[in-house]
C-alpha cells in the first residue's frame, strides 16, 4: 500500500483520510471557509496521491461515516500510522480513542490518568496536534466543568459540538449538573 489520500462525504461535510503502509497517517475534517480541500490534503501529506483506497482505508472511511451519522462506532480497529508520535502525546492518544462515542473526558481527566493533574496543558498541546481527528476523538475532550474547550479543527468549537451531538454526548443527562458549556 503506497502513500495515497482520498476525500469522502459525511454528516459533518467532506472529510480526507491519508495513509501508508502502516496506517492512516492523517485525517481532514471539512473546511468552513473555503479553500481546495485536495490541496490542503496534500499539502499536508506531499508524495500522497489521491487514490482509490485499499481495504483496511475503505473500512476506516466506512467507520468513520457510521460514527459521524451517530452509530456507536469506537474506530479501534482502524490502523493509524503513529510511529512518530512522542510518548506523552502516544499515551494521550490511546486514552481519547478509549472514550466509548457519546461519552467525554476532560483535559484534567486524562492528566489524572498519566498520574500528574499538572499536565492538564500537555494534554490539550498533544490534543490540538492530533492528525487523526474523528479516529483519535479529541472532540470528546472537554475543558473543566464539561466546558466545551478548544478545538483546532475547522470550524473550531462549533465542529466540536456537532460531533458531540451527533454521538449524544449533549444529552442533558450527560452534561454536568452545573457546568456550562
Not at 461535510?13 to 502502516?22: D, E
Not at 475534517?29 to 489521491?50: C, F, K, M, S, Y
Request: proline share 8%; hydrophobic share 45%.
Amino acid at each position: 500500500m503506497s502513500d495515497g489520500f482520498a476525500l469522502f462525504d459525511t454528516a459533518i461535510g467532506l472529510c480526507g483520510v491519508a495513509w501508508n503502509a502502516r496506517g492512516l497517517t492523517g485525517i481532514m475534517l471539512p473546511l468552513t471557509e473555503g479553500g481546495d480541500p485536495h490541496a490542503r490534503i496534500a499539502r499536508r501529506h506531499p508524495g500522497a496521491v489521491e487514490a482509490e483506497p485499499p481495504p483496511a482505508v475503505a473500512a476506516a472511511i466506512e467507520g468513520m461515516q457510521a460514527l459521524l451519522r451517530g452509530e456507536k462506532r469506537d474506530l479501534l480497529e482502524v490502523r493509524l500510522d503513529d510511529g512518530e508520535l512522542g510518548p506523552l502525546a502516544a499515551q494521550v492518544y490511546a486514552i481519547s480513542r478509549a472514550i466509548p462515542p457519546g461519552q467525554t473526558l476532560t483535559y484534567g481527566d486524562i492528566a489524572r490518568r498519566l498520574g500528574d493533574l499538572g499536565l492538564s496543558r500537555a494534554v490539550g498541546q498533544a490534543l490540538g496536534a492530533n492528525p487523526w481527528p474523528i479516529v483519535v476523538p479529541c472532540h470528546r475532550i472537554l475543558a473543566a466543568g464539561g466546558r466545551k474547550g478548544g478545538f483546532s479543527a475547522p470550524g473550531g468549537a462549533d465542529t466540536k459540538l456537532r460531533m458531540l451531538e451527533i454521538e449524544g454526548a449533549l444529552a442533558p443527562e450527560t452534561l454536568p449538573l452545573f457546568g456550562a458549556r
